[in-house]
């Protein structure tokens, strides 16, 4: 049985797009860790629920309410949290958008825009701008990417041209911090079975005539455990990259789905 250890003590874990799901668990499971943690996200009620979850399992959170895709707002984030901490550890790139479900060739670009805006361009903005505090500290960037980069289905085309250019944004920074002390990698899940995806299972029961069951059958198939990684499975893994366990770690894709690819 999984016990907490104090892999992340004292650490500033700057967590960007934290909601229900991965963002929630990657929050809780860093506090459990001993790290102290930056809530970053749009919504400052929905914040401040989750700060107090984290306080709660005797963690210390910095809540900052901002829109990632807007740069005053990303300064605002890495100016926050150098006045509350001093310094900051480990930047994970979490927020993400999803655009029309539908063959590349259809969508909109106005879509597939906005959503390299969020899971592109402000990881890289973020990235830039926290350097110089992740030089100091020798510290990392977590991008949290998806095993959608090793599908062809076309409802993921659109997602999988963000999450592509993600890799590869990973992989450059990777070689162009490495020389200041900066790791970076990548973290790709596939399904998460939390409650977005679980929702997204109820649509798919539905429409097909079956239940939530069948579908997760279906989707757990292809693993090699026969399951899906929860949530806190995911974030656990994710912060291994951000513990002094991985100080020999950059540039590399870390997929945790339960054994469904072998890369």
């Not at 540039?251 to 469904?260: A, I």
Request: proline share 5%.
């Amino acid at each position: 049985m999984y016990r907490p250890v104090p892999l992340l003590q004292d650490k500033v874990i700057v967590i960007s797009g934290v909601g229900p799901g991965l963002g929630h668990s990657l929050s809780i499971e860093a506090a459990r860790m001993g790290a102290r943690v930056v809530l970053v996200s749009r919504t400052r009620k929905k914040l401040e629920k989750l700060a107090d979850e984290v306080r709660a399992e005797g963690g210390t959170a910095l809540v900052v309410d901002a829109d990632i895709t807007d740069e005053e707002q990303r300064r605002r984030i890495v100016e926050q949290t150098l006045v509350e901490y001093g310094r900051a550890d480990c930047l994970i790139n979490n927020a993400f958008a999803i655009p029309p479900m539908n063959p590349i060739s259809t969508i909109e670009l106005d879509y597939l825009r906005a959503a390299n805006e969020t899971n592109v361009f402000a990881p890289l903005r973020l990235s830039t701008l926290f350097s110089d505090a992740l030089e100091q500290s020798r510290g990392s960037i977590i991008m949290l990417n998806s095993c959608v980069s090793y599908s062809s289905q076309p409802e993921y085309s659109g997602y999988k041209l963000s999450k592509g250019a993600l890799q590869h944004l990973a992989q450059s920074l990777a070689t162009e911090l490495g020389p200041r002390g900066i790791r970076v990698n990548s973290v790709a899940p596939s399904y998460v079975y939390e409650d977005i995806n679980k929702a997204y299972f109820d649509y798919l029961a539905q429409k097909a005539g079956v239940t939530h069951e069948d579908i997760y059958r279906e989707k757990a198939a292809p693993t090699d455990l026969r399951r899906l990684a929860g949530p806190e499975e995911v974030a656990r893994a994710t912060l291994f990259l951000a513990s002094d366990l991985a100080t020999a770690v950059t540039g590399q894709m870390l997929t945790v789905d339960c054994g469904e690819f072998h890369r």
